[in-house]
Protein backbone atom coordinates (compact mmCIF):
# COMPACT_ATOMS: atom_id res chain seq x y z
CA UNK A 1 0.00 0.00 0.00
CA UNK A 2 2.91 2.48 0.69
CA UNK A 3 3.45 2.70 -3.19
CA UNK A 4 0.43 4.38 -3.62
CA UNK A 5 0.22 6.86 -1.10
CA UNK A 6 0.54 10.60 -1.86
CA UNK A 7 3.50 12.19 -0.46
CA UNK A 8 5.17 16.11 0.62
CA UNK A 9 4.92 19.44 -1.00
CA UNK A 10 1.85 19.47 -3.58
CA UNK A 11 0.20 22.70 -5.58
CA UNK A 12 -3.30 23.13 -5.47
CA UNK A 13 -4.28 25.67 -8.16
CA UNK A 14 -8.20 27.37 -7.45
CA UNK A 15 -10.23 27.51 -10.13
CA UNK A 16 -10.78 30.94 -11.78
CA UNK A 17 -14.53 31.69 -11.06
CA UNK A 18 -13.85 30.75 -7.24
CA UNK A 19 -11.91 34.27 -6.81
CA UNK A 20 -15.01 36.36 -6.13
CA UNK A 21 -16.70 33.76 -3.92
CA UNK A 22 -14.42 30.99 -2.25
CA UNK A 23 -13.76 32.01 1.24
CA UNK A 24 -11.00 29.10 0.83
CA UNK A 25 -9.38 31.31 -1.10
CA UNK A 26 -9.73 34.03 0.68
CA UNK A 27 -7.76 32.35 3.52
CA UNK A 28 -5.17 32.13 1.46
CA UNK A 29 -4.92 35.99 0.26
CA UNK A 30 -7.35 35.41 -2.67
CA UNK A 31 -3.77 33.85 -4.71
CA UNK A 32 -4.09 31.02 -7.21
CA UNK A 33 -1.93 28.77 -6.49
CA UNK A 34 -1.39 27.21 -3.55
CA UNK A 35 1.25 24.79 -1.99
CA UNK A 36 0.59 22.45 0.87
CA UNK A 37 2.28 19.29 2.42
CA UNK A 38 0.13 16.11 1.43
CA UNK A 39 0.03 12.32 3.05
CA UNK A 40 -2.85 10.52 1.87
CA UNK A 41 -3.48 7.07 0.33
CA UNK A 42 -7.75 8.71 -0.85
CA UNK A 43 -8.86 10.67 -4.00
CA UNK A 44 -11.94 11.78 -5.44
CA UNK A 45 -12.97 9.01 -8.04
CA UNK A 46 -12.39 10.98 -11.40
CA UNK A 47 -15.76 9.45 -13.16
CA UNK A 48 -18.13 11.05 -10.11
CA UNK A 49 -16.77 14.61 -10.15
CA UNK A 50 -19.70 15.83 -12.50
CA UNK A 51 -22.21 13.94 -10.82
CA UNK A 52 -20.79 15.81 -7.19
CA UNK A 53 -20.69 19.31 -9.17
CA UNK A 54 -23.89 18.89 -10.36
CA UNK A 55 -24.98 18.60 -6.77
CA UNK A 56 -23.74 21.43 -5.82
CA UNK A 57 -20.38 20.87 -4.53
CA UNK A 58 -17.70 23.21 -5.97
CA UNK A 59 -13.98 21.27 -6.74
CA UNK A 60 -12.23 24.38 -6.31
CA UNK A 61 -8.73 23.73 -5.68
CA UNK A 62 -7.04 20.77 -8.32
CA UNK A 63 -3.57 19.40 -8.98
CA UNK A 64 -1.69 21.42 -12.11
CA UNK A 65 -3.03 19.27 -14.43
CA UNK A 66 -6.67 19.00 -13.27
CA UNK A 67 -6.46 15.91 -12.57
CA UNK A 68 -6.73 15.81 -8.97
CA UNK A 69 -9.53 17.25 -6.51
CA UNK A 70 -7.71 18.72 -3.94
CA UNK A 71 -10.08 21.15 -2.52
CA UNK A 72 -13.56 20.75 -2.16
CA UNK A 73 -16.09 24.23 -0.86
CA UNK A 74 -19.98 24.51 -0.33
CA UNK A 75 -20.75 27.95 -2.34
CA UNK A 76 -22.97 30.14 -0.96
CA UNK A 77 -22.67 28.85 2.67
CA UNK A 78 -22.80 31.48 5.35
CA UNK A 79 -20.60 28.96 7.63
CA UNK A 80 -17.21 27.93 5.90
CA UNK A 81 -17.87 24.50 4.58
CA UNK A 82 -14.72 22.38 3.16
CA UNK A 83 -12.71 19.33 2.51
CA UNK A 84 -9.07 18.86 1.25
CA UNK A 85 -6.73 16.54 0.45
CA UNK A 86 -3.79 18.54 2.92
CA UNK A 87 -3.80 19.47 6.39
CA UNK A 88 -5.07 23.38 6.81
Known amino acids: MGGTMRLGLRPTVFETDSENWSKVRKLYGGTGKIWERHRHRYEVNPELVDRFE ?35
Open 54 to 88: QSGLSFIGKDEKGERMQILELKGMSDLNLESNFVC
